[in-house]
């Protein structure tokens, strides 16, 4: 009977070895269960951060055509700025050349404006002559009139 008490011993031992082992065992396949879980949710946030890069990666060659296109218009509005300023020259010297034609004008005008004076002075005074003819007609009828008697 000595000799089964030992062994007893052991089987108690080996039985609460093996209680342990399965223990253990249950705690590790828990916690591969429980890392499944923590790797499929980490594959869905990898898969829902590609779709994310994917969007953004979208989203940077839409920005990119967009920023081409916005420097075809910038230069586009450059040329049509540089045409207007070009327009806008010409028509300042075509307005310079019209002023000078307007000044030119004026000075006409006013050297005509002396000349009708002028030629109004000498009318009014060949007017006077005229009268003074006249009188000196009338004059030198009556003189004649007086003569023929």
Do not use: K
Request: glycine share 2%; net charge positive.
């Amino acid at each position: 009977m000595a000799d089964v008490g030992w062994r007893d011993a052991f089987i108690e031992r080996f039985r609460a070895f093996v209680e342990r082992f399965c223990a253990l065992v249950e705690r590790f396949r828990a916690f591969i269960e429980r890392f499944r879980a923590f790797i499929e949710r980490f594959r869905a946030f990898v898969e829902r951060f590609c779709a994310l890069v994917e969007r953004f990666r979208a989203f940077i060659e839409r920005f990119r055509a967009f920023i081409e296109r916005f420097c075809v218009f910038v230069e586009r509005l450059h040329t049509f700025v540089e045409r207007f300023r070009a327009l806008v020259e010409r028509l300042h010297a075509f307005v310079e050349r019209f002023d000078a034609l307007v000044e030119r004008f004026r000075a006409f005008i006013e050297r005509f404006h002396a000349f009708v004076e002028r030629l109004h002075a000498l009318v009014g005074r060949i007017g006077a002559l005229v009268e003074r003819l006249q009188t000196f007609v009338e004059r030198l009828e009556a003189i004649v009139g007086w003569l023929s008697f």
